[in-house]
């Protein structure tokens, strides 16, 4: 599944990203709930719902991070060089080669 991810052009930066603003997004969820429906249980279980996204978001990233740099040792070139190079394959026609 992390391989996918790698390959769909997802980078671990995304990921910790996402779990930063799901933290945040928690906060303001919390907030709202308990400002709009008076709810102070309410308001927890949905901060609570919603901060529990960012472990995973993190866990992900860790995992992509490690992918990323599994590729860099085994190719010597970084993803963002790997993405370069496909990106000119494709607009050559597919003429150059995936290794060079």
């Given at each position: 599944?992390?391989?996918?991810?790698?390959?769909?052009?997802i980078?671990?930066?995304?990921?910790?990203?996402?779990?930063i603003?799901?933290?945040?997004?928690?906060?303001?969820?919390?907030?709202?709930?308990?400002?709009?429906?008076?709810?102070?249980?309410?308001?927890?279980?949905?901060?609570?719902?919603?901060?529990?996204?960012?472990?995973?978001?993190?866990?992900?990233g860790?995992?992509?991070?490690?992918?990323?740099?599994?590729?860099?040792?085994?190719?010597?070139?970084?993803s963002?060089?790997?993405?370069?190079?496909?990106?000119?394959?494709r607009?050559?026609?597919?003429?150059?080669?995936?290794?060079?």
């Open positions: 599944m992390i391989r996918a991810l790698n390959r769909m052009g980078r671990s930066g995304m990921m910790y990203t996402a779990g603003l799901s933290v945040g997004a928690s906060f303001v969820s919390w907030v709202l709930s308990k400002e709009y429906e008076g709810d102070l249980a309410r308001a927890d279980r949905w901060g609570l719902f919603v901060g529990e996204w960012a472990p995973t978001f993190f866990a992900i860790v995992a992509l991070r490690i992918e990323e740099t599994r590729e860099e040792i085994l190719t010597g070139r970084t963002e060089e790997r993405r370069q190079q496909d990106r000119m394959g607009r050559m026609g597919g003429r150059m080669t995936a290794g060079v």
